[in-house]
């Protein structure tokens, strides 16, 4: 007879590989809010990129057309690559949890996931 930890085990095995196959772009959720800080006569604004699915996410590639910052933003933090921003290479976002960055400007960038690879 098989035992009950192996049983919940596998139930589990089986439950994070179909969590996986649901698991994209779409899971993460932004949400920006102004902060107190003025930056060069501009407003700053704090992003948070929250993980909602039950993966690790990698590779995570935003829309960044047109983007730009009065603050200073460091590659460690956001890399700015023409139309498109990627967290840096290495970073990812925990399952159920936030990324956060902040940049300066006169109105809210309307950034958009575009990519991501998740990890199970």
């Given amino acids: 007879m098989t035992s009950f930890p192996v049983l919940f085990i596998s139930f589990l095995l089986i439950i994070k590989g179909n969590h996986c196959q649901r698991c994209s772009f779409a899971d ?3 949400e920006q809010n102004q902060t107190e800080i003025i930056v060069h006569s501009m407003p700053e604004f704090k992003v948070t990129l929250f993980n909602a699915c039950p993966c690790l996410q990698t590779n995570i590639i935003l829309n960044c057309t047109d983007f730009k910052s009065a603050e200073k933003i460091e590659p460690n933090v956001l890399v700015i690559n023409g139309s ?3 967290l840096p290479k290495g970073t ?3 399952p159920f949890t936030g990324y956060v960055f902040s ?3 006169d109105s809210l960038f309307p950034f958009k996931p575009l990519s991501s690879n998740p990890v199970c």
Avoid: H, L, T
């Fill in 84 to 86: 498109k921003c990627s």
């Fill in 92 to 94: 990812f976002i925990p």
């Fill in 103 to 105: 940049y300066a400007w």
């Fill in 28 to 30: 993460i959720i932004m």
